[in-house]
């Protein structure tokens, strides 16, 4: 018992500090040799930009798509070197009459596949050289395209990914980008904001954060992409953001027909193909947090239940001399799958030693004292949900996905 409770509590450790604290002394020891992002941006920009294709999966999207399409056609960037193809994936709604309105959108409609055969299907008609992937829930900050797009000027980089900004980290991009931008970005975000969406969320007129759970998903999420960054920094990261990332089209392999997370198992073949997948927080796309711990459970499980199936897809991920980013790879990922069973296997053996000594005693109260801070928090998140309204809106990809509805960024997001 005594060394299942060791082995336990340092693969935890391991997992949530200590490889983070690896990660940060590899990235400032370590020093590449490519060409940083501005080097790169200017290289881009002394030449035609490369052409781009973004593909978006859509079902059941009318309400979202009008704000979606007009956000992507007014990004900066040329529009003789961009397509946009929207897949609807056995729509019932409006979709197809939505996006007739649109003669620049490429519109495809096939019967019920899933996401996955859906974006198989847009890629399958896209001719740019750079794959951009999006969703129709989010929105992209105006300079997004130009900066993710400029890292592909360095051979060597298979894909890029961008960042997802919440609401409830409106904080964290003030002092990031010139008025200008603060007022064209403000203006997309009241443009989505009058075509339609989430009555539940839409009722706080003034604008504020309605999550309940916002603060924890907020700081959870800065965690997480602090990872990413000194991933990208030492090599590659090991997924990409779903709403907003970006793949040179000759790396795309088709998706099987049940993939749930394209977002990792997309970038991790390029990376296995020997290209990086690199982060840059200059392409930033909007979002809300999750509207309850449910929402977020159901995200979470759904994340788990996809790295898990990668597995059995793309079992080389697990061979260090085939997997350029194995330590990376397993610390972070399969890390994340062995954590729980630590957390069952650390308090059983909490339990059976607490008798033999004061440390084992500790443990046990500080387990029993985080479960039980745990509890409170989930009584409190359920105490203060808003009444849900009855609809009978069709299911959306998104909500079948991630479990959320139509997103409208915080006005403290606007006007950071």
């Known amino acids: 018992m005594r ?5 336990s509590t340092l693969t935890i450790v391991y997992v949530y500090a200590g490889y983070p604290l690896l990660l940060t002394i590899w990235a400032r020891v370590r020093s590449r040799r490519s060409a940083p992002e501005a080097a790169c941006a200017s290289e ?7 052409t781009i294709s973004i593909v978006i999966a859509a079902r059941n999207e009318a309400a979202r798509l009008p704000a979606r399409i007009e956000n992507l056609l007014a990004l900066a960037y ?3 070197r961009r397509e946009i193809i929207v ?3 056995g729509s019932s709604d409006d979709t197809a009459a939505v996006l007739a309105q649109f003669p620049a959108v490429r519109a495809i409609a096939t019967p019920a596949g899933g996401k996955a055969a859906a974006l198989n299907l847009a890629v399958a008609h896209a001719s740019g050289d750079i794959l951009v992937f999006a969703d129709a829930r989010q929105m992209f900050a105006p300079e997004a395209l130009q900066a993710l797009v400029a890292p592909f000027a360095d051979a060597s980089i298979g894909g890029v990914t961008g960042e997802l900004v919440l609401d409830c980290e409106a904080s964290d991009i003030a002092g990031r980008r010139s008025g200008g931008e ?3 970005t403000e203006g997309t975000r009241r443009e989505a904001t009058d075509h339609g969406g989430d009555r539940r969320i839409s009722a706080d007129r003034r604008g504020q954060i309605t999550s309940t759970i916002g603060d924890g998903v907020s700081l959870y999420w800065r965690y997480e992409k602090r990872l990413r960054r000194l991933e990208s920094a030492i090599g590659s990261t090991l997924g990409a953001t779903g709403a907003i990332y970006a793949l ?3 790396l795309y392999q088709p998706l099987p027909d049940d993939a749930i997370l394209d977002d990792v198992l997309t970038p991790m073949r390029a990376v296995l193909a020997g290209h990086r997948v690199v982060v840059t927080d200059r392409a930033i796309a909007f979002d809300q947090a999750a509207i309850d711990a449910d929402t ?7 994340t788990l239940a996809g790295n898990v199936q990668i597995l059995g897809i793309e079992p080389r991920l697990l061979v260090p001399f085939v997997n350029p980013v194995w330590l990376q790879y397993m610390s972070h990922k399969v890390g994340r799958l062995i954590v729980p069973y630590c957390f069952l296997a650390l308090f059983a053996a909490s339990v059976t030693l607490a008798a033999e000594h004061f440390v084992y005693a500790v443990a046990l109260a500080a387990q029993c004292g985080l479960y039980l801070l745990g509890g409170y928090g989930a009584w409190l998140d359920f105490v203060s949900r808003p009444a849900a309204e009855p609809t009978s809106e069709p ?3 998104a909500d079948s996905g991630a479990g959320r509805l139509p997103a409208r960024a915080d006005k403290r997001i606007a006007n950071a």
Request: a positive charge; aromatic letters at 6%; hydrophobic letters at 35%.
């Open 87 to 89: 897949v609807s994936d």
């Open 182 to 184: 603060r007022r064209r």
């Open 3 to 7: 060394l299942i409770f060791w082995v």
């Open 44 to 50: 881009m920009r002394r030449s035609a930009p490369p």
């Open 395 to 397: 299911m959306t990809l």
């Open 296 to 302: 977020e459970r159901r995200r979470k499980v759904r």
């Open 78 to 80: 040329p529009a003789d």
């Open 248 to 250: 040179r089209r000759t």
